[in-house]
């Protein structure tokens, strides 16, 4: 009997069904991987099983027994715990009185805490100082405080939603072979990722969700990747020029995929732009501090040649949020400069940087990128509005039309150029942020910081198609992402970035992850 039986749940939102009968089991000590593009249904089904929603049809058994939670208290009695993609702890309290919160029946025991604490680090490797605050703590060491608060009442069922989105590579290997010793134990994990590495890695099952269906289960062992990604996005991905297919390798092969899709030469090396004329980006010295004076970047000398994509690779939170700020504008270093094209435009606004030919794709979309209370039109034209206005007067029609020339043209999906931006799902917001950006003129130089987050595979797949397709036409390019294969798979180099400084860097076909990792962790490679 399986541990976790779903049968017929479907759930909905107004007239959205987010879930249509899903039939489903998870059996014991296994790990179940769910995968699926955004609005899928993955988090929706992990919500129902954890008891933050209440299923409209259906019925949910654990044990041989029904399960109805009433909310994730009932669950959590139950032995279902879960590890949400945003953390839930408490920054300036110990790790102790963290995993004490919301535990104390009678009289708080921090001792009895710390003793369980040891022996889940002794089953499970999960060491962290009791008496550290979380403040303190890496986003890794965190997450381990999430696992063992989870932990520490023994659980059945460990329900995992995207928790290596902000991990380094051997954080992440980490997290993986504790999955693997819980089902050692028994116990049941249900993983939701996008990383398809880390499913070919670990899952015994994995099922494709698509439209709140469920298209397949498959058994692992011997699985196709590239067959469970068209399951879920409904199309091949086999093309030689793809994006996808070349993370696809890289993370079937766990190695290095030598610059898939860059141009090569007749014996198949890749062929990198060499540094002539000038560059579209160079950064001379660049020093930032923050409001309390810490510093953020620490000497930053970089260059992006034209034609040419450079990955910026790093834990997050080492400096890449406040290079990309100076970059569109929106801070100002402590000292060095900046050029694009060979001028200077250091103290430079936003529509400075704008009009010198700088495309800015920003970390944080909804904050800086668009106003999502406008018209796709409006967004798509930000800063432009001039092209359609004549003696003081909007041509509505004619930006109207110039939109839908470039919903086409960079496949933005959605019913009209009218709708306003919110309408949008993530992965339509990203591109017609692109598309904006990248049809500036003059455009001489892109940024584009953290282009796939929060997207699916399939938009992933166009974001990078059109990066690249840009850079074939001469632009220079600084990509900074938190995804490293992704990193890999499109950049002609990667520099590392480490507490603010540039630690190291690789060039297309000698790309390691394991090199990459050793200098994302602040270890210097040989």
């Known amino acids: 009997m399986a541990l976790l039986e779903l049968s017929g749940l479907t759930k909905r939102f107004g007239s959205f069904t987010a879930l249509d009968n899903i039939s489903l089991g998870i059996e014991r000590g296994e790990v179940h991987c769910l995968l699926g593009e955004n609005g899928a249904g993955k988090s929706t089904l992990c919500n129902l099983i954890f008891g933050v929603h209440k299923p409209d049809a259906g019925t949910m058994q654990l044990g041989g027994t029904p399960l109805h939670p009433r909310g994730p208290a009932e669950a959590i009695e139950r032995g279902i715990v879960m590890v949400h993609q945003h953390f839930s702890l408490v920054p300036n309290m110990s790790v102790a009185e963290n995993l004490m919160l919301g535990r104390a029946k009678a009289v708080l025991k921090p001792q009895d805490i710390i003793v369980r604490m040891g022996q889940l680090a002794a089953e499970y490797g999960l060491q962290v100082d009791p008496n550290v605050l979380i403040e303190d703590l890496s986003v890794g060491e965190r997450q381990r405080v999430e696992i063992i608060k989870c932990l520490l009442g023994d659980p059945q069922l460990l329900v995992l939603d995207e928790p290596t989105a902000v991990l380094q590579p051997d954080e992440i290997d980490a997290l993986l072979d504790i999955c693997r010793q819980l089902t050692v134990r028994g116990k049941s994990v249900i993983l939701v990722t996008h990383k398809l590495g880390e499913i070919g890695r670990v899952a015994d099952r994995t099922t494709v969700l698509r439209q709140g269906k469920i298209i397949e289960t498959v058994a692992m062992e011997g699985a196709d990747i590239r067959s469970l990604v068209r399951s879920m996005v409904g199309r091949d991905v086999q093309s030689a020029g793809s994006v ?89 270093p402590a000292s060095g400069s900046i050029f694009v094209g060979g001028r200077n435009l250091d103290g430079c606004t936003p529509q400075q940087i704008t009009e010198a030919g700088v495309g800015i794709v920003p970390e944080d979309r909804h904050a800086v990128a668009c106003i999502k209370e406008l018209s796709l039109a409006e967004n798509l034209f930000l800063g432009s509005i001039n092209k359609f206005s004549r003696f003081g007067l909007l041509d509505k029609s004619a930006r109207r039309k110039a939109a839908e020339t470039m919903m086409r043209e960079f496949d933005v999906r959605a019913s009209s150029s009218d709708v306003p931006m919110s309408g949008l799902s993530g992965g339509n917001q990203q591109k017609a942020v692109l598309a904006r950006e990248l049809s500036l003129d003059p455009l001489l130089f892109l940024l584009a910081a953290q282009p796939t987050r929060g997207l699916d595979v399939g938009a992933i797949e166009a974001v990078y198609g059109r990066i690249r397709a840009a850079r074939d036409t001469g632009l220079g390019v600084l990509l900074i992402s938190s995804e490293l294969e992704e990193l890999m798979a499109v950049s002609d180099r990667i520099v590392v970035i480490y507490r603010g400084k540039l630690v190291g860097e690789l060039k297309a076909g000698s790309f390691s992850r394991e090199a990459i990792g050793s200098m994302m962790s602040g270890h210097e490679h040989v």
């Open 244 to 332: 996808l297919a070349a993370t696809v390798d890289m993370e079937e092969e766990a190695a290095a995929h030598p610059a898939a899709g860059h141009a090569s030469d007749a014996n198949g090396a890749p062929l990198v732009p060499e540094a002539t004329g000038q560059a579209a980006l160079r950064l001379s010295d660049l020093v930032y501090r923050d409001a309390d004076g810490v510093i953020k970047l620490d000497g930053v000398n970089l260059s992006v040649n034209p034609g040419e994509i450079v990955g910026v690779a790093g834990v997050e939170g080492n400096g890449q949020t406040e290079l990309g700020w100076i970059l569109a504008g929106l801070a100002s």
